[in-house]
Each structure stands twice: as structure tokens, then as C-alpha cells.
């Protein structure tokens, strides 16, 4: 019997009493993804495991992703670690420091977008260096039964170079992003392959356009959706502490990774992804 406890209004769910050093029954794991189908992200309080626990525990959900399209911020030797990291190296600043700081679903600009991911908080600033979520499928249902109709069938197109930190990254770097994740459509609304539910699917710096409208005509409607779906109602923010372990379903959340903390202070935190069932087309541009 797991035991839970409830992160926020509309979504996410604690469980308690679990640890993640050992290896847990296969009851248990079927436990903890119907949690995480239905809450959209599972938190871990308290775990102090080493990155083979951490990709055992990561393997029972899925496929690792290997991060070929993020290989600028993968563990160097571990190519399913992802490195989300302030901390320079060799003098040089972090290539993940700016990382994830936009709302975003990981990969939706890609045709490949994961199932999820567990990320572990191991280097935390004293203050801050806290993580906002969004539940996409209580946004969903939250838009009239008429709007919900108008958008069901839509595909809008998702362009990694819209982050607009991208200006303060190495440009060899972007140049190597550009080249492996072209523009991608995606469906406005996806639907979640596991509980059925039907979310939002888009974010405000990476999704550009309606297919099939120019961007004059999309922008009203992308931008009311985007402001819609990160209403206050919808989100939980998370205030890490050392050794969590949280886990989101990326088909049914989107993060932000808030620069709430001093310049200069460490974090630094480790993720796995699940691989995913494919989404989305390649557009090759950014146009209706
Ligand atoms: C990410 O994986 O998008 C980064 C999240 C975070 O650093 O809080």
C-alpha cells in the first residue's frame, strides 16, 4: 500500500514511506504510474541514491532516452543523464546554466517528445532555484465545450530556436540545435495515451503558429491559450530540497525552471527521460 499526499489544487501527488534504493515490487511500480498518469508529477522526499539507482529506478518506467538531439548537457559519461547545472567547468560557464528556463513540454519540438522525466535534485542555492509545473489536462478541461471544439483538431508548429535565452548561448552551440531539430507540428490538444485524457500542447516561446494560419491569425488565440493554461489555478511550484526525486509525465504537464536564485549560486541536478510515443510531423519552417 503506497501512501500519498497531495502537492496542489489541480494536480501532483507526494508518496511517502518509499525507498527508492531498494528494488520495489513490480505492484508497487504499476502503483506508482498510475499515480503518475492521473496526478501528472510524483514527488520523492529524502533520496539519497547514486545515478545507478537512479536509472535502475528510471528503467522500470521505460526506454532511457540517450539526449542525441540535447548532447551539449549530457553526463559525460553517462549519455541517459541529463546535467542541469550552474556550476562552470574549467573556468567556463555551464552549457546547461540558462537551460529550461522558458514553459515548456521537453522535446515538443521534436517528433520524439518523451513520455517523462525523473530529475533529482543533488546541489541546491540556499534560496530558490525552484521549479513551476502546469497541469495541461486541467487547462484543457477548463476551456468552454465551444472553443474546446474548435481546437481539438489543430496541429500548432513548435521551433526550439523561439527560446529566447537561445541569444545567450554559445552560437556554435545553437548552430548544432538548429541542425538537429528543424520546426515541428504538433497537435494543439494531445491526448494522453495511457488515462485518455485530452491536454493542451503548446508553450509560449517555442509554439509559433496554427498550421494552416498565418501568424497574424494564430498569435490572439496561442497567446490566450498560453496565458490560459499557466493560470495560477493549474500550476504547483516545487521548492526543491537536496534528494528529491520528482518524476513528470510530459504529455500532461509543462515545466519552467525559475531564475529565482542569486547569479553564481550552484545547482546542479540530474535527469532521466522516458522515451515516448512519436508526436508531430517536421515542417522544415516556421510557416502556416
Ligand atoms: C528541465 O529539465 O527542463 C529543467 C528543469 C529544472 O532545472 O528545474
Not at 58 to 76: E, I, M, Q, V, W
Not at 241 to 254: I, Q, V
Request: a neutral charge; proline letters at 6%.
Amino acid at each position: 500500500m503506497v501512501r500519498t499526499r497531495r502537492l496542489s489544487h489541480a494536480f501532483g501527488v507526494e508518496v511517502l514511506g518509499v525507498d527508492l534504493r531498494e528494488t520495489l515490487p513490480d505492484a508497487t511500480i504499476a502503483t506508482l504510474r498510475g499515480l503518475w498518469n492521473d496526478h501528472g508529477i510524483v514527488l520523492f522526499r529524502g533520496q539519497d541514491i547514486t545515478v545507478d539507482q537512479h536509472l535502475a529506478f528510471s528503467r522500470r518506467f521505460g526506454t532511457l532516452d540517450r539526449h542525441d538531439t540535447l548532447k551539449p548537457f549530457r553526463h559525460a559519461e553517462n549519455p541517459e543523464l541529463l546535467v542541469l547545472s550552474t556550476i562552470p567547468v574549467d573556468g567556463k560557464p555551464s552549457a546547461s546554466e540558462n537551460v529550461g528556463r522558458h514553459w515548456h513540454s521537453d522535446l515538443s519540438y521534436t517528433t520524439r517528445p518523451p513520455l517523462g522525466s525523473l530529475f533529482h535534485a543533488q546541489i541546491l542555492p540556499e534560496i530558490g532555484g525552484d521549479t513551476l509545473f502546469a497541469s495541461m489536462g486541467a487547462a484543457y478541461d477548463a476551456l468552454s465545450a465551444k472553443l474546446r471544439s474548435i481546437i481539438d483538431g489543430l496541429e500548432a508548429v513548435h521551433d526550439y530556436m523561439g527560446v529566447e535565452n537561445m541569444k545567450k548561448r554559445d552560437p556554435a552551440l545553437v548552430a548544432e540545435l538548429r541542425k538537429a531539430n528543424p520546426p515541428v507540428a504538433q497537435p494543439l490538444v494531445r491526448v494522453h495515451e495511457e488515462s485518455g485524457r485530452k491536454c493542451l500542447y503548446l508553450s509560449e516561446q517555442m509554439t509559433k503558429v496554427i498550421v494552416g494560419m498565418s501568424e497574424r491569425e494564430s498569435a490572439p488565440l496561442l497567446r490566450f491559450l498560453f496565458e490560459h493554461s499557466v493560470d495560477p489555478l493549474f500550476t504547483y511550484r516545487h521548492q526543491w530540497a537536496r534528494h528529491d526525486l520528482l518524476m513528470w509525465d510530459n504529455r500532461s504537464t509543462m515545466h519552467l525552471a525559475l531564475s529565482d536564485f542569486a547569479p553564481g549560486a550552484h545547482r546542479y541536478c540530474v535527469r532521466s527521460t522516458i522515451v515516448g510515443t512519436p508526436s508531430g510531423r517536421v515542417v522544415g519552417a516556421v510557416a502556416g
